[in-house]
Nanobody
Framework: QVQLVESGGGAVQAGDSLRLSCAASGRTFSNRIMGWFRQAPGKEREFVGGISTDGRTTANADSVKGRFTISRDNAKNTVYLQMNSLKPADTAVYYC?????????????????WGQGTQVTVSS
């Protein structure tokens, strides 16, 4: 079992930055592919980015490339999402998720464990 708890969300202005954190319980964090997803009102949950178990490989959605960065600290059982140059279109509830296996996947059904989400609101 893996429990995930996100933090760091809030209300910001366009162009601002936020860093989300996701703390994981359990001893298997370092063996898990981690992903970030988001869900805006009335929309489906979408992939934002993912990171490999050792942190050396990341993948991002086209909509956030060049603005969002994923990192992880396996010693702290934590994954981060650094969000820069935020836009109103980034407003959503952000979720972290964990999966086993070797590869980053973009489908939400590929992930086994989910956090409760943290709200990010970007105003113009």
């Amino acid at each position: 079992q893996v429990q995930l708890v996100e933090s760091g969300g809030g209300a910001v202005q366009a162009g601002d930055s936020l860093r989300l954190s996701c703390a994981a319980s359990g001893r298997t964090f370092s063996n898990r592919i981690m992903g970030w997803f988001r869900q805006a009102p009335g929309k489906e949950r979408e992939f934002v980015g993912g990171i490999s178990t050792d942190g050396r490989t990341t993948a991002n959605a086209d909509s956030v490339k060049g603005r969002f960065t994923i990192s992880r600290d396996n010693a702290k059982n934590t994954v981060y999402l650094q969000m820069n140059s935020l836009k109103p279109a980034d407003t959503a509830v952000y979720y972290c998720a964990a999966r086993g296996g070797l590869y980053i996947r973009r489908g939400r059904d590929e992930y086994d464990y989910w956090g409760q989400g943290t709200q990010v609101t970007v105003s113009s």
